[in-house]
Structures are given as C-alpha cells and as structure tokens.
T-cell receptor, first 114, second 116 residues
Framework: DSGVTQTPKHLITATGQRVTLRCSPR?????VYWYQQSLDQGLQFLIQ???????AKGNILERFSAQQFPDLHSELNLSSLELGDSALYFC?????????????FGEGSWLTVV | AQTVTQSQPEMSVQEAETVTLSCTYD???????LFWYKQPPSRQMILVIR??????QNATENRFSVNFQKAAKSFSLKISDSQLGDTAMYFC?????????????FGKGTKLSVKP
C-alpha cells in the first residue's frame, strides 16, 4: 500500500459526459501528480500541483482540468468525454524535497467511455 | 526535452536465474533521478529502485540492482534469483533535479515473464 488513495477504482460513462476522479496523497506529501496510461500512448504526465498551486503541465487536454484543495487532496475533471479518453488514470504524490523526491502511485482509476 | 528508451519490449527468464533490463535516456541535466517501477497484472505502479545521478555507487534493493553509467546515459536493472512474482511490466523513468517540476518521464516498458 503506497498510501495514495484514489476513487473511484472503476468508472464507466458515456461519450460527452463529465467525470471527476479524486486523489488523497500520502500523509505529508505536498505534491500531487496525475498520469494517464493508455495502450497507444503509454504513461503520460498530465499535471502537477504543489501545495495547492499548479507546478507543471504535461500533455493535458483542454477538456481536462485539475485542482488541489487546502487539505491537499486533488481532483481531476474530465469533460466532453470521448472514446479515446478510456484509460487508467494514476494519481501520485511526493514530498518534493531533496531527500524525499520519490513519487508514489495510487492504484489508479479505470475509466471506460462507451 | 528528456527521453527514456527501453529497447526490449518483452523478455523472459527462468525462475531462479538472473535477467537484465536495459534503459537509456537523453538529457542535458547534470543532476537528476532515475527510477525503475514495476507494474504487475494488478496494474499498480510499484517503486522498485531509485538512483540519484550524483551518486556513483549503484543502488541495490535486495535482489534488484542497477548498473548506472552516467556518461553513457544508461540505467539497466538486474534482477537476481528471479521469482514468479517478478512477472510484470517494468518501466524506467527519469526525473529532473529535486525542487523543480518533478514529473516522471517514462519509457515504453519491458514486459518480463518469469517461467517456472
């Protein structure tokens, strides 16, 4: 158990819909990352938040957005869903300090768009 | 931009034998971190081992060790005494120096099968 908690574990939704994925980082971790894993694109970095502020942006679509709340949990919002958005979405966290810069992953949220 | 290359899409090894997974990377950074993550059929991403670029000594975690060649930008993973539970996808990953934008850049992965 990495200590990173993601909900829901599985989600099936229709095209055009909007979903929210939730993540609680490990205790003490200030950084939260979102990654997408799909068969054709592999593991892609989407976005990073540090202590409530956006720190880095990767290959995140404009239809996707995220935020980190004062209690450090994070949500990834996916809207106007398309079939190609079906993937495993990972949340990960780290301390982002010189000695604690290892990123730990949650179990992922499986999203199926039908 | 940094890139990570794993040239072996699939490998297999007999139980109790040793196997080495290859990884090369490209970066202009001097201080960075390298990781190997394991993804078993459950799909969870599990940290196997981590190497800090400024450390010359190769990292070791029980049966897992790395051969870090900084000049060659090579970071291979050696699994000794392979066990059936080692069957998984293995991803090599790069991260820039701490305190910066600390996202991981992953290779495409190597699927390792351990055969009884």
């Amino acid at each position: 158990d990495s200590g990173v908690t993601q909900t829901p574990k599985h989600l099936i939704t229709a095209t055009g819909q909007r979903v929210t994925l939730r993540c609680s980082p490990r205790s003490g971790d200030l950084s939260v990352y979102w990654y997408q894993q799909s068969l054709d694109q592999g593991l892609q970095f989407l976005i990073q938040y540090y202590n409530g502020e956006e720190r880095a942006k990767g290959n995140i679509l404009e239809r996707f957005s995220a935020q980190q709340f004062p209690d450090l949990h994070s949500e990834l919002n996916l809207s106007s869903l398309e079939l190609g958005d079906s993937a495993l979405y990972f949340c990960a966290s780290s301390q982002t300090t010189a000695s604690g810069n290892t990123i730990y992953f949650g179990e992922g949220s499986w999203l199926t768009v039908v | 931009a940094q890139t990570v290359t794993q040239s072996q899409p699939e490998m297999s090894v007999q139980e109790a034998e040793t196997v080495t997974l290859s990884c090369t990377y490209d970066t202009s950074e001097n201080n960075y971190y390298l990781f190997w993550y394991k993804q078993p059929p459950s799909r969870q991403m599990i940290l196997v081992i981590r190497q800090e670029a400024y450390k010359q000594q190769n990292a070791t975690e029980n049966r897992f060790s790395v051969n870090f060649q900084k000049a060659a930008k090579s970071f291979s993973l050696k699994i000794s005494d392979s066990q059936l539970g080692d069957t998984a996808m293995y991803f090599c990953a790069f991260m820039k120096r701490p305190g910066s934008q600390g996202n991981l850049i992953f290779g495409k992965g190597t699927k390792l099968s351990v055969k009884p």
